[in-house]
């Protein structure tokens, strides 16, 4: 009988490019200490499900399996929290969550229904300060990232900064490309 893996056990902090990164920050933090932000970084669960199903086939999902989708996204929104958690510990100051949820591919009602909770959820358990990015026109989502947790949203140029801070209203720190 064939012993099912399952993704959690599959990214251990063991493995040599997650290490490699993990060493990376405690040197870093050892050289520099204080004198720089040691800024982390990680994929979030949205684009980790690009990389997996292919950016077609998910977003088919959306539509016809979106239960099969939100079980895969909490799933994957594990497997980020453990590898950014792990940064925090090596020495990062921040960490960046990029989750392309681009309005250049879905609506911001599709943020909402997906991601807002799975983020919520996310920034409920890192350790420490988070920049969340999303490319291209995020304007029609703005008001559910400022909802999400993260201390910053990292936006794009496809956004009106004016428009941004109207929207968020100082909810969220933001900063631009």
């Given at each position: 009988m064939?012993?099912?893996?399952?993704?959690?056990?599959?990214?251990?902090?063991?493995r040599p490019p997650i290490r490699t990164v993990l060493e990376a920050l405690k040197i870093l933090k050892k050289e520099y200490g204080d004198h720089v932000c040691l800024v982390g970084k990680v994929?979030?669960?949205w684009t980790l499900s690009y990389h997996l199903h292919g950016v077609q086939k998910f977003l088919i999902k959306t539509i016809l399996e979106p239960d099969k989708v939100r079980r895969f996204l909490d799933k994957l929104k594990d497997l980020a929290v453990k590898f950014a958690n792990a940064q925090f510990a090596a020495?990062?100051?921040v960490v960046t969550?990029?989750?392309h949820a681009t309005g250049d591919?879905?609506?911001?009602?599709?943020?909402?229904?997906?991601?807002?909770?799975?983020?919520?959820?996310m920034t409920r358990q890192l350790n420490g300060p988070t920049i969340l990015h999303i490319c291209g026109n995020?304007?029609?989502?703005?008001?559910?990232?400022?909802?999400?947790?993260?201390?910053?949203f990292h936006f794009d140029s496809k956004v009106n900064p004016r428009q941004a801070h109207e929207i968020v209203n100082g909810r969220i720190a933001l900063s631009r490309r």
């Open positions: 064939k012993t099912q893996t399952t993704l959690s056990s599959r990214l251990t902090l063991e994929m979030g669960p020495g990062a100051d969550v990029a989750d591919l879905v609506s911001g009602t599709c943020y909402r229904d997906f991601l807002l909770p799975i983020h919520q959820e995020t304007t029609d989502r703005l008001d559910y990232i400022a909802q999400a947790g993260f201390n910053c």
